[in-house]
């Protein structure tokens, strides 16, 4: 493949991520016409996950549960707005918030965060009810810069236990890797600030709790300006609740910003089971014509035969920094700022 | 004649007797190192590792610069084989290096030089895989062991395809399918996308061990060269791999800079 075409791709695949700035047509499962029925996340999962029979997870020698292996993203839209939502266009179906805890699925902003949240979104410059037309602030992971919680929202990861350590790594959004320490090692220096904050584990029980802290207050966890700062803390936990389900929860907590601690929760699936499925259900249950109607581009090549690919479980190299330049410049010429985080008042 | 023939065979069984002698002392490596073993039974070169020296901004020996410390230079022979046409080029890489050097933008550096880019990095082992997880631009390599050969090219890929096996207690990796948008330091030796690299690392202590990289470009080199050093396992409590973000970094500093130049068209 020439590089043109290489960068060409890969500018594909983060227009699917760039909703913000130009209509996007897709072909393939990440289309969601508008009778999609609403994807379901904290909500469904909260009542699902209590009818599920007690489970005893599967253990390594060194008798933590065994989690290891390839992992799907939360499936849906990713985290277009993690807050529950309606339907906004092919790449952004309605959705179920992804916060399990308030009871009303919000972000419990403050009033002058509230304030903040409402500015920034409307200049979002994506078509969400209450933009003003204005474009303000682009999100960070249409840059292709990651961030915690919403690696662990929007693609593949593999996990990988060590003694004293669990990695993470995410390979099909660009590259990303986390290696947190389980060894009771205490949290680095408080002027070390990064765009991954600063990981430690421990087991409690069968789950593995993460304390994120030292973050530098620059990502958001959506594409539609939901905020953290310098100061969050997050706390994730990771617990089997089935062979094939991590239960995977992110408390967040900031009372510069926030008005309590908040949580959002969610299944990480086995790859190769549920979210495929998930997907291909909603895309059958609308018609052909509505799919057209809506810019799907059917594909009417005909089918390649099925060989045994010995590759398949293999990871190759998705760049998405080297060919995002194009996608970097439209950011820039169409008057997106910057996103250096906010201050909140002492 | 007996005489002469005893004394024939004598000279012949002390040559054949020294032979091997000789042998250990032109080996690069001494075998008298025996790694740990992972729970699979493949030596164990897991744990965080780094280089000690000026490879990052030349290959070759170079004399210090304003903020570049000068440089013994890591190839063996101390001058890389370009060909004529490729030499001139790399004159005029480094002339333009402060704007020229696809480390400037952030861009995935290629094989090998991620494994001098200044930074730390860890490897991760695992039956059919050798994972690397650099700190540089968080960067993953996924050395293949799993009897797949190289996928068929081309295929133009930042970090190459690298299949990896062991001989003896060194793996071996073979990395094909580049692209020729990467360099091999910040003095502008470079490749085309023909490069081939031929990677070993070779544990020599609890602390160490040997790195070397053969290259072999026809269209750039007139024959394979090599770079060798040593990798240290870093020793301090709690070392971690961090985070350097170049793409955020960069990204910052070029949208407060009206006059940046970064935001128009890239010419390849």
């Given at each position: 493949m020439s590089h043109r075409l290489v960068a060409a791709l890969t500018a594909l695949v983060i227009a699917l991520a760039l909703w913000a700035v130009m209509p996007v047509r897709v072909s393939g499962q990440a289309f969601w016409p508008k009778s999609t029925p609403k994807i379901p996340m904290a909500p469904t999962w909260v009542r699902q996950k209590a009818q599920l029979p007690p489970f005893t997870p599967p253990r390594l020698a060194d008798g933590h549960?065994?989690?290891?292996?390839?992992?799907?993203?939360?499936?849906g839209d990713g985290a277009a707005d993690?807050?529950?939502?309606?339907?906004?266009d092919a790449t952004t179906p309605s959705q179920e918030t992804f916060i399990s805890d308030p009871a009303d699925g919000?972000?419990?902003y403050t009033p002058w965060a509230m304030a903040k949240h409402l500015e920034i979104r409307k200049g979002l410059g994506r078509g969400w009810p209450g933009e003003q037309g204005e474009r303000t602030h682009g999100a960070t992971r249409s840059l292709c810069l990651n961030?915690?919680?919403?690696?662990?929202?929007?693609?593949?990861?593999?996990?990988?236990?060590?003694p004293g350590q669990v990695i993470i790594i995410s390979s099909d959004v660009g590259n990303f890797h986390r290696i947190i320490p389980t060894d009771g090692r205490p949290h680095i220096g408080p002027n070390a600030r990064f765009w991954f904050g600063n990981s430690r584990g421990r087991w409690e029980g069968d789950t593995l709790v993460v304390e994120i802290t030292n973050l530098n207050g620059r990502g958001w966890f959506d594409t539609a300006g939901n905020f953290y700062t310098e100061n969050t803390k997050m706390t994730e936990r990771w617990r089997l609740v089935d062979p094939n389900i991590i239960d995977y929860s992110v408390t967040i907590e900031d009372p510069t910003i926030y008005t309590r601690p908040w949580t959002m929760n969610f299944p990480k699936r086995r790859e190769g089971t549920d979210n495929r499925r998930l997907r291909a259900a909603a895309f059958a249950a609308v018609s052909a014509e509505e799919r057209r109607a809506s810019g799907y581009v059917e594909?009417?090549?005909?089918?390649?035969?099925?060989e045994p690919n010995p590759y398949a479980k293999e990871v190759w190299e998705e760049p998405c920094f080297e060919g995002n330049h194009e996608n970097t410049i439209t950011q820039h010429e169409s008057g997106f700022k910057w996103y250096s985080g906010v201050t909140p008042p002492k | 004649m007996k005489r002469y023939l005893a004394g024939f065979v004598l000279g012949l069984a002390s040559i054949l007797a020294l032979a091997p002698?000789?042998?250990?002392?032109?080996?690069a490596t001494p075998a008298a190192y025996t790694p740990p073993r992972t729970p699979d039974g493949q030596p164990d070169l897991q744990g965080v590792w780094q280089v000690m020296n000026t490879a990052a901004e030349d290959l070759e020996a170079h004399n210090g610069r304003l903020g570049v410390p000068a440089g013994q230079g890591v190839v063996e022979g101390g001058v890389i084989p370009y060909r004529p046409e490729a030499l001139a080029k790399r004159k005029e890489n480094f002339e333009k290096r402060a704007t020229a050097d696809p480390e400037n933008g952030c861009l995935l550096p290629g094989v090998p030089r991620i494994t001098y880019t200044p930074g730390p990095f860890q490897i991760v082992q695992q039956a059919d895989r050798v994972t690397i997880l650099y700190e540089y631009r968080n960067a993953i390599r996924y050395l293949y062991m799993n009897g797949n050969p190289h996928p068929k090219g081309p295929i133009d890929w930042w970090m190459g395809d690298s299949r990896a096996r062991w001989e003896g207690n060194t793996l071996v990796v073979d990395v094909v399918h580049f692209n020729d948008q990467t360099w091999f330091d910040r003095a502008g030796n470079f490749h085309s996308e023909d490069l081939h690299v031929v990677e070993r690392y070779t544990p020599l202590s609890p602390y160490h061990m040997q790195y070397e990289a053969t290259i072999e470009d026809p269209k750039t080199f007139t024959r394979p060269w090599k770079i060798s050093m040593p990798l240290y396992r870093r020793q301090e409590k709690d070392v971690e791999v961090l985070e350097y973000a170049c793409p955020a970094y960069l990204l910052e500093r070029e949208w407060a800079n009206p006059t940046s130049t970064y935001f128009q068209p890239w010419d390849f």
């Open positions: 549960p065994n989690l290891q292996g390839a992992w799907d993203g939360a499936g993690i807050e529950d939502h309606e339907w906004l919000k972000v419990p961030t915690v919680p919403r690696i662990n929202v929007d693609g593949g990861q593999e996990i990988i236990q060590r594909n009417t090549a005909p089918a390649r035969p099925r | 002698i000789t042998g250990v002392g032109q080996t």
